[in-house]
């Protein structure tokens, strides 16, 4: 399965943009880019994905490079509630590769 | 629409004795997946189960065993529980509708197993 690489924390200015990368250079052409967040003591939650174009929802955007080889999870403004670890995941099946994450810290 | 539920929310086992964990699928979901998390690291696949069957597993041994059930809940049974068994434990449900690679999972809060 293909890996992926990021940053193991990041912090950020309340009510600030926040972008997390992530490296995925071995990526192959069937390969989805999903984001999921971990919040403390919860299961995982479904933040966005995407395939080769920008992709936008109601809690982030996800940027995606024209070669596929990296990707960025953006968060507009930056709450609280955000605070998590983060996961950018390659997908080419049914199932779900997770890594380490970026554990997000936000500064009030 | 109800979530994935998962019970017990936490237990503790000794080695060597055998444990069953629970989960219910959300509502429209047909097939469920397995993940153990060891404290610091993030979720490991274990199995998934579609139409009662297994449907592709990750490098855990046979000792690991599951069932799905014709309403699409599962349960997952590890026997001859070992001290590194200690973990949370996830289930997740999803659609087989979508495209390989797209699916999105829903997940359970976990039951967190410890094994002394």
């Not at chain 1, 967040?37 to 940027?63: D, F, K």
């Not at chain 2, 014709?70 to 068994?85: F, M, R």
Request: with cysteine.
């Amino acid at each position: 399965d293909a890996k992926t690489t990021q940053p193991n924390s990041m912090e950020s200015n309340e009510e600030e943009p926040v972008h997390l990368p992530c490296n995925h250079s071995t990526i192959s052409g069937t390969d989805y880019i999903h984001w999921y967040r971990q919040l403390p003591s919860q299961g995982p939650e479904y933040v966005i994905h995407g395939l080769t174009s920008n992709v936008n929802n109601r809690m982030a955007s996800l940027a995606i490079a024209e070669d596929r080889k990296s990707s960025t999870l953006i968060l507009h403004r930056a709450t609280l509630r955000d605070a998590a670890v983060y996961y950018c995941i390659l997908s080419g099946a049914n199932n779900l590769f997770f890594g380490t994450g970026t554990r997000l810290t936000v500064i009030p | 629409e109800t979530g994935v539920t998962q019970s017990p929310t936490h237990l503790i086992k000794t080695r060597g004795q055998q444990v069953t964990l629970r989960c219910s699928s959300q509502s429209g979901h047909n097939t469920v997946s397995w993940y153990q998390q060891a404290l610091g690291q993030g979720p490991q696949f274990i199995f998934q189960y579609y139409r009662e069957e297994e449907n592709g597993r990750g490098n855990f041994p046979p000792r690991f065993s599951g069932l799905q059930f014709p309403n699409y809940s599962s349960e997952l049974n590890v026997n001859a529980l070992e001290l590194d068994d200690s973990a949370l434990y996830l289930c997740a449900s999803s659609p087989w509708d979508r495209g390989a690679g797209a699916n999105v999972l829903t997940f359970g809060a976990g039951s967190r197993l410890t094994v002394l």
